[in-house]
Every structure is written in structure tokens, then in C-alpha cells.
Nanobody
């Protein structure tokens, strides 16, 4: 069971990035999936997730209207627009075998290694 993120990097304020997370060793069909981030000196926080049951999504207030999560078979995506310096963090994807989704880190047993996103001019 493995999740691998890609797509991070350095972007200027106002720019966009799309993160990708690919699963191997299992299929995501029965899993809720989520994106989390951890900034230096801060706790890991949930930002977006998508349910297995009906494709419903949940977004943290801090990213509503700015980030979009999607999934396609064994891959999940996080489209990030209008990026701000405070979005700088290591971004992680995660999966949990449950129908609905939430933004609580303790509910997700499967994690990727993280990808760095830096927003700076």
C-alpha cells in the first residue's frame, strides 16, 4: 500500500499548482481520500477531502474557493489556485477505507511522503 505525491514546487503568489497522488498496491475505489498540509512549526491540518460514497467534498474554510479536490481511478488531484505565501507547506495525500470523508488526520491510516509547496516571490 503506497501513496506517492508529485507536483509540488516553487510558485509566485497568485500562481497555481496541481498536486497529484497516485496509489499503488491497492485500489482507491473503497477509500475516502484527503489532502493535508503541514507548515513549519505548525500541526498537520486537513484541507480537502472527497468521499468514496457519493463524491462529496469537504474543504477547510481557509481554502474554500481556492482549492479543488478530484479523483480518477487510482489517482487523486489537488488543484490550487491564487496561491498565497501562507499556503507554503508540505502537502500530504491520505486514504482511509470509509465512505464519507473528514479532515481529521487520525482517521487516515495511509499516507504519502509529502511534497513541498513554496509560495514566494
Amino acid at each position: 500500500v503506497q501513496l506517492v505525491e508529485s507536483g509540488g514546487g516553487l510558485v509566485q503568489p497568485g500562481g497555481s499548482l496541481r498536486l497529484t497522488c497516485t496509489a499503488s498496491g491497492f485500489t482507491l475505489d473503497s477509500y475516502a481520500i484527503g489532502w493535508f498540509r503541514q507548515a513549519p512549526g505548525k500541526e498537520r491540518e486537513g484541507i480537502s477531502c472527497i468521499a468514496n460514497s457519493d463524491g462529496g467534498t469537504v474543504h477547510a474554510d481557509s481554502v474554500k474557493g481556492q482549492f479543488a479536490i478530484s479523483r480518477d481511478k487510482n489517482t487523486m488531484y489537488l488543484q490550487m489556485d491564487s496561491l498565497k505565501p501562507e499556503d507554503t507547506a508540505v502537502y500530504y495525500c491520505a486514504a482511509a477505507r470509509m465512505r464519507a470523508c473528514n479532515l481529521l488526520t487520525e482517521w487516515y491510516p495511509h499516507w504519502g511522503q509529502g511534497t513541498q509547496v513554496t509560495v514566494s516571490s
